[in-house]
């Protein structure tokens, strides 16, 4: 995503959205119920401070990262942390960008990975990756996906 379109990304869901949305600021506190969209031309990571306190972590680095942001580089962060009851879910886009950090989420943190169905899909390649990886919890079109979320949560 380029930079500059995030942010009126996030003001347009932050007005439509019953939750707080907002363009994530390096070392800031992450709240609940509020969703964070990394900047363009940036990567986003969560890390656990001690106490307890999850924070968001911005830079530019690239290294086996071949997107900024990267979906890969904030799930992969996601894992680390240790938190349980992590939901990822993978919407429309080109490539396969989020695949590794949905395994790894799965696979240390029991996470619940939602995909979006190619029906509903603009571009399929990144649901169709992480369908691929066999991690996936729910395949869902884009209009039940925030059902799918409430299962779970409710679930959990």
Not at 2 to 24: H, M, N
Not at 41 to 67: C, F, H, Q, W
Not at 99 to 116: D, L, M, P, T
């Amino acid at each position: 995503m380029p930079k500059g379109f995030t942010k009126t990304l996030a003001d347009r869901l932050d007005k439509i959205s019953k939750l707080s949305v907002k363009e994530g600021e390096d070392n800031e506190i992450i709240k609940e119920g509020t969703v964070y969209i990394s900047p363009g031309d940036k990567n986003m990571a969560v890390e656990k401070s001690p106490g307890g306190v999850y924070r968001i972590k911005l830079n530019s680095e690239t290294g086996k990262y071949r997107y900024r942001p990267s979906v890969d580089y904030m799930l992969e962060s996601l894992s680390n942390t240790g938190h349980k009851g992590i939901i990822a879910v993978i919407m429309t886009g080109m490539g396969k960008d989020g695949s590794e950090g949905i395994v790894k989420i799965k696979e240390k943190n029991g996470g619940y990975i939602i995909a979006q169905d190619e029906k509903s899909c603009v571009v399929f390649g990144m649901p169709k990756a992480a369908i691929e990886t066999g991690v996936v919890d729910s395949v869902a079109p884009l209009a039940d996906i925030s059902s799918e979320i409430l299962k779970f949560i409710y679930k959990w």
